[in-house]
């Protein structure tokens, strides 16, 4: 998904080698030989349990952010399967909501570790 194309906004996110990254702001030469994530690999069939939460909590509202959203929640969880709310806002500041739903957000990545664990 391309957004701001200047790696602000976190629209793009996908994973590379698992870590959430920025994809308008990658090289080709950048990602050669790395494994890519996008949202339609994050499960065949929308059952990860961060695409669980987001339903669960009825998260999106114009949906523009909400696939960056995800990916940066999913990789966040897989290297912090137990976090605080703090750390929960923290990972997740640096994607941007246009209809300002980060408590619900916030709420389905709470749940979304839970179901985790």
């Known amino acids: 998904k391309y957004g701001c194309g200047i790696a602000l906004c976190g629209s793009c996110t996908i994973h590379l ?35 669980e939460a987001w339903k669960e909590v009825d998260v999106p509202q114009c949906g523009y952010c909400q696939s960056g959203q995800i990916m940066t929640a999913s990789a966040f969880l897989k290297n912090n399967p137990n976090p605080t709310e703090d750390e929960i806002k923290d990972a997740m500041q640096g994607n941007i909501c246009r209809c300002a739903s980060y408590t ?9 570790a839970s179901k985790m664990a």
């Open 17 to 51: 080698d698992g870590i959430a990254v920025r994809s308008c702001a990658l090289t080709l030469a950048q990602v050669e030989g790395k494994s890519i994530t996008t949202i339609e690999g994050l499960s065949e069939d929308g059952t990860h349990p961060v695409q």
């Open 104 to 112: 619900r957000i916030y709420k389905a990545v709470e749940i979304a």
